[in-house]
């Protein structure tokens, strides 16, 4: 029985490839938001699909990023993001960051804390 107090769920972390992201559509704060979801190993990150650079979108096509040893590169331009705290290490918004969504991973499954 799913106990009326549970965070809604994003996905299975069986969902994420180690070490890659999916794209997820949720509900955040009453509007329908387009978010990268990171996993590496049993923890999950998510960002809102947003560059900070010009506020394009992430992926190179929908639901598909640039993932590559823990860093996320945004498709439009390169800027470089640390997957794991979203702070952009390389590109032209070096110093920002990437705006993170709250998550929690319990029994296999990704959700909103
Ligand atoms: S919009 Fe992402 S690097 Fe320019």
């Not at 106990?3 to 509007?31: H, K, Y």
């Not at 639901?63 to 290490?89: M, N, P, W, Y």
Request: proline share 6%; net charge negative; charged share 20%.
């Amino acid at each position: 029985m799913t106990p009326i107090t549970e965070s809604p769920s994003l996905c299975l972390l069986a969902d994420i490839p180690d070490g890659n992201a999916i794209e997820v559509e949720a509900l955040v704060n009453g509007e329908v938001e387009s978010l990268l979801v990171y996993r590496h190993g049993d923890e999950a990150r998510a960002y809102f699909n947003v560059c900070p650079h010009a506020g394009r979108r992430l992926d190179y096509v929908p639901g598909k990023f640039l993932v590559r040893g823990g860093q996320i590169i945004c498709a439009a331009h390169g800027a470089t993001f640390t997957a794991e705290s979203g702070d952009c290490t390389a590109g032209p918004c070096r110093g920002d960051r990437l705006r993170g969504v709250p998550v929690a991973v319990a029994d296999g499954i990704v959700r909103l804390a």
